[in-house]
């Protein structure tokens, strides 16, 4: 079983930052790829960043672009998302996903098999 440890949430005011972390522990696995998700209360789970692990190619959905940041540690195991500028509209439970294979569209929560158990972000205006 793999676990993911999320870490970083909290609560900001508009225009502030928060760095969310994300650890994979448990069984060993390849290491395709890390995303971000998001949901808010009432909306569905949607897709914010993605990081190609092996190649560092990233992903972001349109809303984020800019202001978000998902890199890795190698040596940490760890991926990160630094959320700028934040916005009240950011407010969600943020969770982090890994696929156990690999697929070429990262936007899709159906392609991931693990999930972090979220970490709330809350952004005041």
């Known amino acids: 079983q793999v676990q993911l440890v999320e870490s970083g949430g909290g609560l900001v005011q508009a225009g502030g930052s928060l760095r969310l972390s994300c650890t994979p522990s448990?069984?060993?696995?390849?290491?395709?790829?890390v995303g971000w998700f998001r949901q808010a209360p009432g909306k569905e789970r949607e897709f914010e960043a993605a990081?190609?692990?092996?190649?560092?190619?990233?992903i972001y959905t349109d809303s984020v672009k800019g202001r978000f940041t998902i890199s890795r540690d190698n040596a940490k195991n760890t991926v990160y998302l630094q959320m700028n500028s934040l916005k009240p509209e950011d407010t969600a439970v943020y969770y982090c996903?890994?696929?156990?294979?690999?697929?070429?569209?990262?936007?899709?929560?159906?392609?991931?098999?693990?999930w972090g158990q979220g970490t709330q972000v809350t952004v005041s205006s």
């Open positions: 996903a890994v696929p156990i294979d690999y697929y070429s569209d990262l936007t899709d929560g159906r392609n991931y098999d693990y």
């Open positions: 448990g069984r060993a696995f390849s290491m395709y790829a």
């Open positions: 990081i190609r692990w092996s190649a560092g190619v990233t």
